[in-house]
Nanobody
Framework: QVQLVESGGGLVQAGGSLRLSCAAS???????MGWFRQAPGKEREFVAT????????HYADSVKGRFTISRDNAKKTLYLQMSSLKPEDTAVYYC?????????????????WGQGTQVTVSS
């Protein structure tokens, strides 16, 4: 059984940075992992994903060049470094894991989800 716990969210001014972490229990080193977000009144959307080895990543166009996804399989931890934050980045951010080792951008491709961490960007 895989459990995911996000941390690192908070309130930041526009232009600032935050680093989210997702601590995993269970055997996730062979899983693809990803970050999604959900703003109030909107559907959950894809942010970034990384394959099991960490060598290939993929980003939503809205965050490309500002966010970086990475993972440390020895620590069973997924990261999302967010820079140049904008008010439209405000959302609850979710960590997810997919038994498929290759990257996925569709919500349905992920079997395991964390509870989320709130990120609020003020203007």
């Amino acid at each position: 059984q895989v459990q995911l716990v996000e941390s690192g969210g908070g309130l930041v001014q526009a232009g600032g940075s935050l680093r989210l972490s997702c601590a995993a229990s269970g055997r996730v080193s062979s899983y693809a992992m990803g970050w999604f977000r959900q703003a109030p009144g909107k559907e959950r959307e894809f942010v970034a994903t990384i394959i099991w080895s960490g060598t290939i990543t993929h980003y939503a166009d809205s965050v490309k060049g500002r966010f970086t996804i990475s993972r440390d399989n020895a620590k069973k931890t997924l990261y999302l470094q967010m820079s140049s934050l904008k008010p439209e980045d405000t959302a609850v951010y979710y960590c997810a894991a997919a038994r498929s080792g290759y990257w996925r951008s569709d919500l349905g491709g992920y079997e395991y989800w964390g509870q989320g961490t709130q990120v609020t960007v003020s203007s």
